[in-house]
């Protein structure tokens, strides 16, 4: 199952503690100060990565700690710095600082980015040396690296979102454009997570579907929403065994508004789907009332390979632009 929201803590690391050491030599007195500064602590990044299902395997791992520094050793040595710690991300992740709301957005494939500074080391007695203190004593510790909680969202980057009401034939188009294996069924919600297809390299989303009241948190897909804000247009998919096929989709393009003005902004096209059970009269008086609104429709079934063909070349040709 899709992971899209987590919370995690993470840990930069310590700086190592500066020593006190003595430059020496076998049979002779101490010679002088010696004593190494500690090593830096590591750094925290995240970093984009083209996997949507990483967050699963966090799950279990809620905590997320950089190395420490090493401390300081003999000989004016400092010590090993802390290895730096990279929490991969999927592209289209947000991650949220909940110390002080601060966001930051992965858009790009192995983009990094530093969230949290690991602490200095701490300076060794080689360090207070003077004219006045020949033989000091002092020395510091490692400062602590930065911590914080933060939360993790997940918006998909994808070409094309697919929305409807559930059981509006989104999967099973997804599945004849890019050969994807999304599952099916003869009853709703059969869809619990997006699906991605790649059609000629672009990607293709299939949202779960959407029911009246979705943006106020009802069913299953309002969650989802926030997956085909980042679309470049939304393939609106229509059933024919809808008793009212316009009210069914002014109730999809209600949802869009209510959780989001500027998703209704988007290029859509209306794919009126299961033509195959509808007699050419019905659906040429269908496509009209539709068209009266949005006049961008197409009509396909599954079973006719040259509505496909028609409609994936449609759909090349508006990604194209």
């Known amino acids: ?20 050491r003595w430059r020496s030599e076998r049979g002779k007195p101490k010679m002088g100060p010696a004593g ?8 925290v990044y995240i970093r984009a990565v083209r996997d949507i299902n990483i967050l699963s395997s966090y799950k279990n791992k809620k905590e997320f700690i950089a190395e420490n520094g090493g401390d300081g050793m003999k000989n004016s040595m400092e010590g090993k710095d802390g290895e730096d710690l990279i929490i991969d991300l999927p592209i289209g992740s947000t991650i949220t600082d909940l110390k002080d709301e601060k966001k ?16 200095h080391g701490g300076l060794g007695n080689e360090r207070f040396k003077s004219s006045t203190n020949t033989t000091p004593q002092e020395f510091t510790a490692g400062k602590s690296g930065h911590e914080s909680e933060f939360f993790i969202e997940l918006e998909l980057i994808a070409d094309v979102g ?8 989104k999967s099973s188009l997804l599945n004849e454009l890019t050969n994807t294996k999304a599952k099916v069924g003869a009853y709703p919600f059969t869809t619990l997570e997006p699906n991605l297809g790649e059609l000629y390299s672009y990607i293709l989303a299939d949202i779960p579907g959407l029911i009246e009241g979705a943006s106020e948190g009802k069913g299953l897909g309002h969650k989802f929403l ?7 247009a939304l393939v609106h998919c229509v059933s024919l065994e809808n008793e009212d096929v316009l009210d069914a989709y002014n109730t999809i393009r209600k949802e869009l508004i209510n959780y989001d003005e500027k998703l209704a902004e988007k ?10 059970l509808v007699d050419s009269k019905s659906l040429e008086e269908t496509k009209k009332k539709i068209k009266k609104i949005n006049p961008e429709v197409k009509t396909v079934s599954i079973y006719d390979d040259g509505l ?14």
């Not at 190494?36 to 750094?43: H, L, R, T």
């Open 1 to 20: 199952m899709l992971v899209d929201e987590l919370k995690i803590y993470a840990k930069a690391g310590k700086g190592g503690d500066g020593v006190v």
């Open 36 to 43: 190494g500064n500690g090593g830096k602590g590591g750094n």
């Open 104 to 119: 930051i957005t992965l858009l790009e494939e192995n983009e990094q980015i530093l969230i949290l500074k690991g602490g």
């Open 162 to 169: 697919f929305i409807g009401l559930p059981s509006s034939g």
């Open 226 to 232: 926030r997956h085909i804000k980042r679309t470049k």
């Open 267 to 276: 290029k859509e096209l209306v794919i009126l789907t299961k033509s195959d």
């Open 308 to 321: 496909i063909k028609e409609l994936s070349d449609y759909l090349i040709k508006i990604l194209k632009k």
